[in-house]
Structure formats: C-alpha cells, structure tokens
C-alpha cells in the first residue's frame, strides 16, 4: 500500500488503456476519484466497476478535452465532487503514428488541442485548487518518443514539449508542495499498440505478427511489452509521499528499448 487513502484524484482518459489501470490502482488505495472521458456509457460502466470493486467514491465526468474551456469545467467539477483535489493524472490524448509525409494540418492541429494543450490547461486549473489547498500530485502520462525521435511518429515531438511542460511545472510548484512528474511508456498492451504495429509492419512490409515477434526480440531486452497495469503501478508510487523526492523528474517503462544514458 502506498498510504494514498482517502485522497482525491482526478483522472484523465479513464475509460479504457493506462487510464482506466491507473483508476483501478488508485482506487485499490482507497482513494476517491473523478475519472473523465469522451464515451458516456462506456465512462459511466467504468466508474460504477471501479466503485463497485474498491468501495471508493467514483465521479464520472463526460468532457473533450480538446476543448478550450472543458478542463476548467472537468476541474471545477471535480473538486466540487470530491470537496478538493489532491492528484491529478494527465492521461487523456493520443497521437496518429506516421511521417511528416503523411500527417496532416488537421493531425497536428487536433493532437495540439488534446494531448498538449489539454495537458496544460487541466495543469493549470488543478495547480491552482492544490496551490490553495497546500500542495498535490501532478502525473503526466507522456511516452518515450519524449526522448527518443523516430520518422514513423514525428508527432511524438508533443511529448518532448510535454516532458519540458512537466520540469517547468516542478519547479514553479515546488515551493507550495505541488510536486510534478511523468511517465514515459514504452509500446504498451492497448488498442493503441495495435493501431502502432499495423502502421509499422505496413511501412516495413510485414505482417503484424511477424513485426511484433521481430519487435519483441530485436528492440525489447526485457522479452514483454508494457502493460497497462505496469503504468499504473509508477503513477501509484509518485503519487506517494515516497516519491517526493522524484518531483521533476520521468520514469521510463519501455523494457530497456530506448537507447540513452539514463
């Protein structure tokens, strides 16, 4: 147990995937949540699943978080639901995988509205509740294309600005007790994942089975890919007062398959 208990949370892209593992995990402490996304009926299973299975209080909030003035709502909302928040995870978003030749304007303008600036602007509206309230967790849950560039994902340089985006926050929140922190997945078990093999093993003219056996073998030395359960387990541990020190900082989960020196 990571002494979460009774904390409130608020959690982004919670329907499905890492969001959805993350409000388990989290609720697992007995930590009340708020979980937002786009799908009513499938947000509103989840939430009452989570509840159901963990006894917390679950809040559904259906919102796009693409548009502008949605976080402030989803927020708002969420703190009036749960009198405060103490976390927020930043989960919400996706990019399409492809090339600076095959993504469009529209590609780059809607991943903008949604993976970056709705990072932010949740960022913003949340840090303001915790700056009052005396402090709290931001988790941005960002990727390893962050630090590792490829010409199959040039849109994957949004996580590199949100990487940037979460050492800022850090540091200005630091001195009120806000701490800030990413997590950077490696290719992870979700419908994501696929949607990434099928470009990929198309682009290098394979199968998607060959392509995830060649993968497995030549670009993971740990053997397996991350698990949705995986993230969650790092967003529980910096959400703990353990991970204090950690604040500014990213954790890599990607099976050693990024090449760096750290």
Same mark, same amino acid.
């Given at each position: 147990?990571?002494?979460?208990?009774?904390?409130?949370?608020?959690?982004? %892209?919670?329907?499905?995937?890492?969001?959805?593992?993350? /409000?388990? +995990?989290? @609720? !697992?402490?007995?930590?009340? =949540?708020?979980?937002?996304?786009?799908?009513?009926?499938?947000?509103?299973?989840?939430?009452?699943?989570?509840?159901?299975?963990?006894?917390?209080?679950?809040?559904?909030?259906?919102?796009?978080?693409?548009?502008?003035?949605?976080?402030?709502?989803?927020?708002?909302?969420?703190?009036?639901?749960?009198?405060?928040?103490?976390?927020?995870?930043?989960?919400?978003?996706?990019?399409?995988?492809?090339?600076?030749?095959?993504?469009?304007?529209?590609?780059?303008?809607?991943?903008?509205?949604?993976?970056?600036?709705?990072?932010?602007?949740?960022?913003?509206?949340?840090?303001?509740?915790?700056?009052?309230?005396? %402090?709290?967790?931001?988790?941005?849950?960002?990727?390893? /294309?962050? +630090?590792? @560039? !490829?010409?199959?994902?040039? =849109?994957?340089?949004?996580?590199?600005?949100?990487?940037?985006?979460?050492?800022?926050?850090?540091?200005?929140?630091?001195?009120?007790?806000?701490?800030?922190?990413?997590?950077?997945?490696?290719?992870?078990?979700?419908?994501?994942?696929?949607?990434?093999?099928?470009?990929?093993?198309?682009?290098?003219?394979?199968?998607?089975?060959?392509?995830?056996?060649?993968?497995?073998?030549?670009?993971?030395?740990?053997?397996?890919?991350?698990?949705?359960?995986?993230?969650?387990?790092?967003?529980?541990?910096?959400?703990?007062?353990?991970?204090?020190?950690?604040?500014?900082?990213?954790?890599?989960?990607?099976?050693?398959?990024?090449?760096?020196?750290?």
């Amino acid at each position: 147990m990571r002494g979460l208990r009774s904390r409130r949370a608020l959690v982004t %892209g919670a329907s499905a995937g890492i969001g959805l593992a993350t /409000a388990h +995990r989290l @609720a !697992s402490e007995g930590v009340n =949540l708020a979980v937002v996304a786009r799908g009513e009926t499938r947000l509103s299973e989840a939430a009452t699943h989570i509840a159901q299975t963990h006894g917390v209080e679950v809040t559904p909030i259906v919102a796009d978080l693409a548009v502008p003035e949605a976080p402030d709502r989803v927020v708002g909302q969420a703190a009036d639901a749960l009198g405060g928040i103490d976390i927020l995870v930043n989960n919400a978003g996706s990019s399409p995988f492809g090339s600076l030749e095959a993504v469009t304007d529209d590609d780059w303008s809607s991943s903008i509205d949604l993976k970056l600036m709705g990072y932010v602007r949740c960022t913003r509206a949340a840090f303001a509740i915790m700056k009052e309230g005396g %402090g709290g967790v931001i988790v941005n849950v960002v990727g390893m /294309a962050g +630090r590792s @560039a !490829s010409p199959a994902y040039v =849109l994957g340089s949004l996580n590199a600005a949100l990487l940037h985006f979460t050492k800022s926050v850090a540091e200005l929140g630091g001195p009120h007790g806000i701490r800030v922190m990413a997590v950077n997945p490696g290719l992870t078990t979700t419908d994501r994942m696929e949607e990434a093999i099928e470009v990929w093993a198309r682009d290098a003219g394979m199968t998607n089975e060959a392509f995830r056996s060649s993968y497995l073998k030549d670009k993971v030395p740990l053997g397996r890919l991350t698990t949705p359960e995986d993230v969650a387990e790092a967003v529980a541990y910096l959400c703990s007062d353990a991970a204090a020190p950690a604040t500014g900082s990213a954790i890599q989960l990607d099976g050693a398959s990024t090449r760096g020196v750290f």
